[in-house]
């Protein structure tokens, strides 16, 4: 039988801005929710560095002070009840969103198409917030620039 596994692995990223004299943090939470055979040590190696990189040394807006992006890949057997969540709270600051990679897509995949479908989610998952906000989070900005610093064309996710 298949057992469930979580990934533990919580990544902070902090931004450093300054309105009003103060400092203010962001907070970038990405992690997951997989089963076993969903191996993600690659996208944490390739992908998380360099969107830590972004998220420090930009400013994407103070509308949050915490997004958590936790994509979740699991088998079917699974997701009976599951739910995809995209939980956004102004007067916190802060969006939860776990949406669904297709398991069977991702396990089957090279590493390039494991990438594409782990940037697929989190471009969807800013979305969501971009779409919801009410301030100056400035989404697409932050889309662009992951997919510029990674060298995605927003098309080449699209196909997925």
């Not at 692995?9 to 969903?38: N, Q, T």
């Not at 807006?61 to 915490?66: K, N, P």
């Amino acid at each position: 039988m298949e057992n469930t596994k979580w990934c533990g692995c919580i990544f902070h990223f902090y931004v450093c801005r300054k309105p009003h004299g103060m400092v203010m943090i962001m907070i970038v939470i990405l992690s997951f929710e997989v089963s076993i055979g969903a191996d993600v040590g690659l996208l944490f190696k390739k992908v998380v560095p360099i969107v830590q990189r972004l998220v420090e040394n930009n400013d994407y807006g103070a509308e949050f002070e915490s997004i958590g992006i936790i994509p979740t890949i699991m088998s079917d057997r699974f997701l009976d009840g599951w739910k995809e969540r995209r939980y956004i709270s102004f007067i916190r600051k802060e969006a939860d969103i776990r949406l669904f990679i297709d398991y069977n897509k991702y396990v089957h995949a090279d590493d390039e198409g494991k990438i594409l479908l782990y940037l697929k989610c989190i471009v969807d998952s800013i979305m969501v917030i971009e779409k919801r906000k009410r301030s100056d989070f400035q989404g697409i900005k932050l889309i662009s620039d992951i997919l510029h610093a990674l060298k995605v064309k927003k098309e080449d996710l699209e196909n997925l």
